[in-house]
Structures are given as structure tokens and as C-alpha cells.
């Protein structure tokens, strides 16, 4: 497992460019390689500014977009087309400005009971990486956010999702700090670290001490979710603007 390697950008719009550069880098080698790019995008705000260049000339002509795969890292269980939903930010930023076969789109039907819908997304994960048994999806790359609290997808602190080493995907309650106050669906641990590529953005002043726990110091008994991602064989890159990296030694 190789050190993350940590790139800090002066502002918002470099850190987005700096995403959209290095998902444009690593969909084109994956494409080279295997004829096909498998992401598994962030939800959240700050990758909002990634995703709306990305579906922009000079990155988006840069993208074989008929033969990439998209899942999304985490879900609220509220409507499709309901303010917090990820899947709406996607779709509005990137997924309708970009001919990705809506065949290749899957995300968590957060329409259904956090369980079901759980179950339901682990299914489509099983059918589009075509798996058998208790193997996982090797995205070639996932993007993730952190919040405050150092979660990351919604693997919150202390909560029992942190812990599932076995399926791919759980559903999970938020702590009472976390608003929309509404249900999650997640990815797993275990999939984030089979990821060929994880590419935290992060940004802002509010982040900086979570930042520095998740890079820094000893290993602590009880890390932060964001912490424990460490994909065993995969790259490992954490772009942060200034205020966010201003703990970092
Ligand atoms: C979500 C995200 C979550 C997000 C962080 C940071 O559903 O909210 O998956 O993990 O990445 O909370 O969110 P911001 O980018 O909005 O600060």
C-alpha cells in the first residue's frame, strides 16, 4: 500500500481542474488498456466544479464517454430529483452533458427502503463488473469528498457500516450532526480499497483538522473513515485546496 500522495491547488477552481485533468489521465489509460473506465463518482458539493469542466471542451472531447461505467460513491434516500440527491447533482453537472450510455449509469434506487435499495445497488454492482461469489468491483477509479467529522462516502464515525467487510454495499443511519437527517446508501471499505484509483477533493477551512487526522500522525486506534481508505493495490492521490491543507505539517 503506497503513501497517498498529496497535491494542494491555491483555490476551488484549480482543485477542479486538477480532478478533471487526472480523471481525463486516468479514463484514458484505462480505456488504452481494457477498452472501457469504470468511476465511481462523489457526492457532495465541492466535486460539482469537476464535474461541470469535465463536461466542457478542452476535457470532455479527452473522454471516451460511450465506453465508461458510472456508479456514484454514496446516495441520500430522498427523490430522484429531490435537492440533496447525488445522483441529481451528477446528472445536472455531468451525466446529461456527456454521452455516457444510460445503460452504463447505476446508482442506488434510493426510491426504495434503505435496505432494499442497498441490496439492490450491490446487485447492479454485481451485474456491471461482472462478479461472482464474494469478489469485488475493482473501479479503475473512485472519487470521494470528506466531510468535517472525516467521514467519506457516508462511512460516518462509529457508525456499523464502517465496520461491513462483506458486502458491497449497506444502507446506514446519519449521526444527529448530519443534515439531510435522511438514511444513506453506501459503498463499502472493502470496494473503496479494491479501487485502482481514489481521489479525495477536499476544500475549505472546516476540513483542515480532519485533513490533517486522516494524513497525519501515528495510526490511531479508532481512525476516521476517510483514514481507512487505502486501496491495497491502487494509487491513492488527495487534492486539497490551501485552507483545507493549512494543518498539514
Ligand atoms: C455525501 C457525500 C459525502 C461528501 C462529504 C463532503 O453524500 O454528502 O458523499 O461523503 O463527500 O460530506 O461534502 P461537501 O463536498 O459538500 O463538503
Redesign the pocket.
Known amino acids: 500500500m503506497s503513501q497517498p500522495e498529496v497535491v494542494i491547488l491555491p483555490e476551488p477552481a484549480a482543485l477542479a481542474a486538477e480532478g478533471a485533468r487526472r480523471f481525463v489521465a486516468i479514463a484514458r489509460a484505462a480505456h488504452a488498456r481494457q477498452g472501457r473506465f469504470s468511476v465511481a463518482l ?6 460539482a466544479g469537476m464535474y461541470r469542466l469535465l463536461a466542457d471542451q478542452p476535457y470532455r472531447e479527452q473522454v471516451a464517454w460511450q465506453d465508461v461505467i458510472v456508479g456514484l ?4 434516500c430522498v427523490p430522484p430529483d429531490s435537492p440533496h440527491s ?1 445522483f441529481r447533482m451528477a446528472r445536472e453537472t455531468l451525466l446529461d452533458r456527456v454521452p455516457v450510455p444510460a445503460a452504463n449509469v447505476f446508482h442506488p434506487p434510493a426510491e426504495l427502503p434503505p435496505a432494499e435499495a442497498a441490496s439492490a445497488y450491490a446487485g447492479l454492482l454485481r451485474r456491471h463488473f461482472h462478479l461472482r461469489g464474494a469478489a469485488r468491483p475493482r473501479f479503475d477509479l473512485i472519487l ?4 468535517e467529522d472525516g ?4 462511512l460516518f464515525p462509529g457508525m456499523p457500516a464502517l465496520r461491513e467487510t462483506r458486502r458491497l454495499a449497506v444502507a446506514t443511519e446519519v449521526p444527529e450532526y448530519v443534515q439531510p437527517a435522511v438514511p ?1 446508501i ?1 459503498l463499502t471499505l472493502p470496494v473503496l480499497n479494491a479501487a485502482a484509483n481514489v481521489i479525495f ?4 477551512a472546516d ?1 483542515a483538522a480532519a485533513v490533517a487526522a486522516a494524513l497525519t500522525g501515528p495510526e490511531p486506534d479508532d481512525p476516521l473513515p476517510a483514514r481507512r481508505v487505502r486501496p491495497e493495490s491502487g494509487r491513492l492521490v488527495w487534492l486539497l485546496d490551501e485552507p483545507a491543507a493549512r494543518e498539514l505539517r
Open positions: 462523489a457526492g457532495g458539493a465541492t466535486p460513491g454514496d446516495e441520500r447525488n470521494l469528498g470528506m466531510g467521514h467519506t462516502a457516508s444513506r453506501t477533493l477536499v476544500a475549505g476540513k
